[in-house]
């Protein structure tokens, strides 16, 4: 095998720095190509007026695959990214007044739990026990070894374990309820499908490994911001002697025979390629990239996944009753995620995922200010329902009024700046597939809950990374994704 091959990579999200990090360090030299004027992706950043807003990703999990970059480079993350715990996970606010803590202080969450029924904590227990073994299942193989399909999956774990031990004649939804009663502890184990964008009631019960992916692993902040993560990997890139390259929009992926051969930029120039690997998502580059509408069409089984409605407010006041992380829960879950994920419409009544980092980052806002960002989850964009500016305005209207309702006393009349983005902005910054957030969107009819796969199935030497392909969506993930497309690589090279 000639390690020295040239890999070209489209995009410097984090699939992308985690796929041109991963192929460098075994000896590739890698372009990596990014339109934007900073790498990052989704993982993005915007000062202004004295307000340090994270565009895009607010929480960090499993911290040992960024980690695992770094080690195989021989370096050491710590001196790159600087993360520290949250405490508490997050604060549920629910519209009778009443909330609850997340925590990994197990004295503190019984106590949590207990303000629910005396049974609640035990229930609570064997459901994380359940969501461990889901965790270390999938760990074992769909993570570990880059498993792409149901029959990749059925081959490696065996029939039997692949239906007994997935849970897979459940959706998330029943999962949750096997074990749990109270019906707001329901909502909150149910809402972690915020990770992925999609429905619990669609999505497979496979997703409730998701809780125990935050207590087994932690919650963690990145002091600074968490754009501190796309700058750390992209100071280890250049060290490692990445070739990025900022402002570089690919236009075309060029092909013959069955292969790729080059990438032309939009300013015309070329470059040849060995491999090249899209951080740009797998539908829209067939699209964009290689003008192939028929297998662009033949993947619309693996649907968007929602998008959001994404506030960055700057407010002239503290408010104490938050969290760094707070979800508001709407009073009718059910009606929410089938308005958002069957009906094409703003959810009159939506959950809403609130950050306020300057709980643990006071240097993220001026003193005596805080940052408020909200992100309820919308509709992806639909040509066929299209929503327009004003239902999006109405939208944030409601969401404004309904946080005051429940305690963010005269919200609007303190915000002294603002950042709003729709689904068109963030098609338009990122080419995501319609508007999408994160990726795919897990569905246990449409898809299993499976991504596309990693590997081009008509150019031999196209691969894929980020949130449309597996393992799926957040920022854990798509950096997972960059080093499976480096395992599928050397083994397809060495054949």
Known sequence: MNKKQHIVVIGAGLGGLSAAISLTTEGFTVDLLEKNDKV????????????TFDLGPSILTMPHIFQALFDRAGKNMADYINIQTVEPHWRNFFEDGSTLDLSSDPVIMRQELDKLGPNTAKEFEEFLAY?????????Q???????????????????????LEFDVFRSM???????IKDPKLVDVLNYFIKYVGSSPYDAPALMNLLPYIQFGYGLWYVKGGMYGIAEGLQKLAEELGVNIRVNS?????????????????????????????????????YKKLLNNEIEAKRLQRFEPSCSGLVLHLGVDTIYPQLAHHNFFYSDHPKEHFNAVFHDNKL?????????????????????????????????????????????????????????????????????????????????????SNQGSIYGVVADRFKNLGFKIPQRSKDISNLYFVGGSVNPGGGMPMVTLSGQLVRDKILADLQG
């Open 40 to 51: 990052g992706g989704k993982l993005n950043i915007l000062e202004k007026d004295g307000f």
């Open 131 to 139: 969501s461990k073994k889901l965790c270390e299942i999938t760990e």
């Open 141 to 163: 193989g769909y993570f570990a070894h880059g498993l792409d399909s149901f029959w990749e999956l059925l081959k490696h774990y065996g029939p039997v374990r692949s239906l």
């Open 173 to 179: 939804d029943q999962g949750v309820r096997r074990f």
């Open 249 to 285: 929009e690919v236009a075309e992926i060029q092909q013959h025979g069955g292969r790729a051969t080059a990438v032309r930029l939009r300013d015309g120039s070329v470059i040849p390629a060995d491999i090249v690997v899209s951080n740009m998502e797998v539908i829209p580059a």
């Open 347 to 431: 959810s009159d009544d939506p959950t809403i995922y609130l950050v306020a980092p300057v709980k643990s980052d006071p240097t993220q806002a001026p003193p005596g200010c805080e940052i408020i960002k909200i992100l309820p989850h919308i509709p992806h964009l639909n040509p066929e329902q299209p929503l327009t500016a004003e239902d999006y305005a109405a939208l944030r209207e409601r969401v404004l009024i309904k946080l005051e309702r429940m305690g963010l006393t005269d919200l609007r009349k303190h915000i002294v700046c603002e950042e709003y983005w729709t689904p068109v902005d963030i098609e338009q910054r990122y080419y």
